[in-house]
């Protein structure tokens, strides 16, 4: 082959071999940038200045966390319990006789959710044996063991201060929480510290000793809310000293133990100190990036493309016995109207009798009230600090704690010297209401007298009834379950009365939601139980129709109340869809204050929506 015929086949290759390169870096480079989009190019050359940003970690790490200041998150805590005395001459006698009953009190800080740091004042007394027959805290005859070793009983009053090193073992072992999480209701911890005790003499020269004192404590606390301001502990402790407790040094032709001890248990509380959110540790760092540019190009800006979020939002609202709130018209001038705001943070029937004096009358003399006017309250929205905040508000809002009140002359009595006014119960001849109803159920007559009442409550319509309502009705793996009192707050505010019943991150992504949202659809779902109490010609039907119009009443209530969302507001009238969640429940129980018949008197609401 001749030269020229190599040179040629060489530079064939090399160019190949070059656009081949060359479409590689394009097709690599386009690659790189597949999921951004140009937004705008300036087709001008420039040169990029130096540029000094910031930007925040903020990726959430359960095992980092950030000390606080010296102010957050202290707590108080204290104790009573009994314990035994461990000495030189502890076996000489019966075990009771070594056992005393001990209290402490407390103050501490935690510098991280694992470790912290706790000061403690202790006063007990130490009961005991002793070999010495006189003197050294003995008092009493002096007894006789079986083999004629003569020893008395021993007590040592005293009290101590220490300071110890606290540590979360949960917390430590499976990473800090978060403020107002489900988890790690129960922790465990382990206490050691140093201190020093004093001796308390009994009228000898052997009395008023000081002392080192050293701790070793094992603790388990149990938190009853995700909020974990209180805590119920249970305490396993053991108080270290020198032999100074009964006075036997070794001096002696015997040898005498280095340490006598206090092994006991403790029962008592912790209650952290500070605002609402000082509880809650910051987990994101800091960290500053330089970038700096000296070379001349063509600037482009790309944003990334962001993928549409889809998800479904769901809540209960859960309502009292023949109440849907269509026709909850307070005749009071100027009065903005709301059923749900009567839900959120209603006071009784949200009635009051017109002449106190004539009710005051009344009970002095014991009359019927029955015939004295009332009137309506006006409503008031729950996102305020109520004046009447010494009795239960809202409906199935507070665990334990109902709707309903006394209609004994000492509460009615007690309430108006507080309030002001005497609250009333909507009479209606023999039935007397005491809870809200709708006009036309006024004259519906249920099972029992005792329906009238609401006795019980289990929080359904608050968030920390979510728990219940998971258990018992269908909800989809894909459903964000929310309360009412979470929508409520976002509907007005997160304050006042109601932020004791929302959750910080579940209001947040409703207001995002409802914000920067896209609302594709919401199904609104009425529901009412089986129960009623007609006794007519074709009761079953006139039962059905009742029960049906006031689940499509609280449907229609919930979708109104929706609509004055200034967000919800841009929603299309067609996006609402009205159904029934399987027609009417049955429900056996003949009362209509047990759980079966509050959860099936409802509406499930479920928001569909896509975000970026």
Not at 36 to 50: G, H, L, N, S
Not at 442 to 450: A, H, P, R, V
Request: overall charge neutral.
């Amino acid at each position: 082959m001749k030269l020229i015929d190599v040179v040629r086949k060489a530079a064939a290759s090399l160019l190949v071999w070059g656009v081949a390169s060359f479409n590689y870096a394009v097709f690599a480079q386009e690659d790189k940038y597949k999921d951004y989009r140009e937004v705008y190019r300036d087709t001008t050359d420039y040169v990029a200045p130096t540029e000094l940003g910031i930007k925040k970690d903020t990726i959430v790490d359960p095992l980092r966390v950030v000390t606080n200041k010296f102010g957050k998150n202290w707590f108080i805590f204290a104790t009573g319990g009994l314990h035994t005395y461990r000495g030189d001459y502890s076996t000489m006698g019966k075990f009771s006789g070594t056992l005393s009953p001990d209290w402490s009190i407390g103050i501490g800080k935690w510098f991280t959710p694992g470790i912290g740091l706790k000061v403690e004042f202790i006063r007990s007394n130490s009961r005991g044996y002793t070999g010495y027959t006189t003197g050294h805290y003995g008092y009493g005859d002096v007894l006789y063991k079986e083999d004629g070793t003569p020893y008395r009983k021993m007590k040592t009053g005293w009290w101590d201060i220490s300071g110890s090193a606290v540590l979360n073992l949960s917390r430590l072992f499976m990473g800090y929480e978060g403020y107002n999480s489900p988890r790690l209701m129960n922790q465990f911890m382990a206490n050691i510290g140093i201190g020093g005790v004093h001796h308390l003499g009994y009228e000898h020269s052997h009395g008023s000793d000081n002392e080192w004192s050293g701790h070793v404590e094992l603790q388990y606390s149990r938190f009853f809310n995700r909020k974990k301001r209180f805590s119920l502990d249970i305490k396993a402790r053991g108080i270290f000293y020198q032999t100074n407790f009964d006075l036997e040094y070794g001096q002696a032709d015997h040898a005498a133990n280095k340490w006598d001890c206090n092994l006991g248990i403790d029962v008592g509380f912790t209650y952290y100190l500070g605002k609402q959110r000082s509880n809650g540790w910051g987990r994101a760092t800091t960290q500053l990036y330089k970038r700096d540019y000296r070379e001349r190009k063509i600037l482009v800006v790309r944003e990334k493309e962001h993928p549409v979020k889809y998800g479904t939002i769901t809540f209960y609202v859960f309502y009292p016995n023949n109440y849907s709130g269509r026709n909850d018209a307070p005749q009071v001038q100027s009065s903005v109207v709301n059923a749900l705001d009567y839900l959120a943070g209603g006071i009784f029937t949200q009635k009051q009798y017109v002449n106190s004096d004539a009710v005051t009358s009344c009970i002095e003399k014991g009359t019927s009230m029955n015939s004295l006017a009332i009137q309506d309250l006006p409503t008031e929205t729950a996102d305020r600090d109520f004046e009447i905040n010494f009795v239960p508000r809202g409906y199935e809002m507070l665990k334990d704690q109902p709707l309903s009140y006394s209609l004994e002359a000492s509460a009615m009595t007690d309430f108006y010297k507080k309030a002001g006014y005497y609250y009333a119960p909507i009479y209606d001849g023999l039935h007397t209401w005491k809870y809200r109803i709708d006009n036309e159920t006024l004259k519906q007559q249920l099972l029992s007298y005792d329906n009238y009442t609401e006795t019980t409550s289990y929080g359904l319509n608050s968030h920390d009834g979510l728990d219940i309502i998971r258990q018992h009705m269908d909800i989809d793996s894909n459903e964000e379950l929310v309360s009412f009192a979470d929508v409520y707050a976002v509907m007005n505010s997160d304050k006042g009365y109601i932020s004791q019943f929302t959750n910080a991150e579940s209001v947040s992504h409703i207001q995002n939601v409802f914000k920067d949202g896209v609302i594709t659809m919401i199904q609104v779902e009425g529901l009412a139980t089986s129960q009623d109490n007609y006794t007519g010609a074709n009761a079953e039907q006139v039962g059905i129709e009742r029960n049906t119009a006031l689940s499509q009443n609280r449907a229609q209530t919930v979708i109104s109340w929706l609509k004055t969302n200034e967000h919800m507001k841009e929603v299309a009238s067609q996006i609402y869809l009205v159904g029934h969640m399987n027609g009417i429940r049955t429900v056996n129980d003949k009362s209509t204050r047990g759980l079966n018949a509050k959860l099936n008197r409802c509406v499930k609401v479920r928001i569909h929506y896509m975000i970026r």
